[in-house]
């Protein structure tokens, strides 16, 4: 019995510690993740406090990408191309690119990269800038609820809706 149990243990805390991309990334009309936005330049951005607008994220290159989670991925450098291709699921956001928000209340839908923030090192995208005001007014609880989701709907097809109020102009054509 004791076997089992620790068996049981394990397997539970192994699960936890299983990244949140098992499902399909979400891709829009321009034919790549986050709407060619560079994932790895997240990093070298100031966030702003809660309740103020983030920096404007970074347009990836058409002539720099690389391929995981059955998406392309566009960067602005090959530096950054080739720290995400070390450690994807470290840069890639949350969710497969869903709004963290949307999967905190049990669905699907578009992250818009403009509309991030990293908490405890992890990049996570929300839809419009309502539903950030919703998504910072708890932050940690809207995370544990879509962690809590994620299990239910990762296998579900990636969104097919559009961002609204969103057109891309990445990645940059070179």
Same mark, same amino acid.
């Given at each position: 019995?004791?076997?089992? /149990?620790?068996?049981?243990?394990?397997?539970? !805390?192994?699960?936890?510690?299983?990244? /949140?991309?098992?499902?399909? #990334?979400? /891709?829009?009309?321009? %034919?790549?993740?986050?709407?060619?936005?560079?994932? !790895?330049?997240?990093?070298?951005?100031? #966030?702003?406090?809660?309740?103020?607008?983030?920096? #404007? *994220? !970074?347009? *990836?290159?058409? @002539?720099?990408?690389? +391929?995981?989670?059955?998406?392309?991925?566009?960067?602005?450098? $090959?530096?950054?191309?080739? &720290?995400?291709?070390?450690?994807?699921?470290?840069?890639?956001? #949350?969710?497969?690119?869903?709004?963290?928000?949307?999967? @905190? &209340?049990?669905? &699907?839908?578009?992250?818009?990269?403009?509309?991030?923030?990293?908490?405890? +090192?992890?990049?996570?995208?929300?839809? =419009?800038?309502?539903? !950030?005001?919703?998504?910072? $007014? +708890?932050?940690?609880?809207?995370?544990?609820?879509?962690? %809590?989701?994620?299990? %239910?709907? $990762?296998?579900?097809?990636?969104? =097919?809706?559009?961002?609204?109020?969103?057109? @891309?102009?990445?990645?940059? &054509?070179?």
């Amino acid at each position: 019995m004791k076997r089992f /149990v620790f068996a049981l243990a394990t397997a539970a !805390v192994t699960a936890l510690a299983l990244p /949140v991309f098992a499902g399909e #990334q979400y /891709v829009d009309g321009t %034919g790549y993740a986050v709407s060619g936005y560079d994932v !790895v330049a997240y990093r070298g951005l100031a #966030q702003s406090t809660i309740g103020q607008s983030q920096p #404007q *994220g !970074v347009q *990836g290159k058409a @002539s720099i990408t690389a +391929d995981w989670n059955g998406a392309i991925w566009a960067f602005a450098t $090959e530096e950054n191309r080739d &720290k995400f291709l070390a450690n994807p699921t470290f840069y890639a956001p #949350q969710f497969d690119g869903h709004c963290a928000y949307g999967v @905190s &209340k049990g669905g &699907k839908v578009p992250g818009n990269p403009n509309l991030w923030r990293i908490v405890d +090192d992890k990049l996570y995208l929300n839809i =419009t800038k309502n539903v !950030v005001g919703f998504w910072e $007014e +708890d932050i940690p609880g809207n995370i544990n609820k879509a962690d %809590g989701n994620w299990p %239910g709907i $990762e296998t579900k097809a990636a969104s =097919t809706s559009v961002i609204p109020d969103f057109t @891309s102009a990445a990645p940059i &054509k070179n």
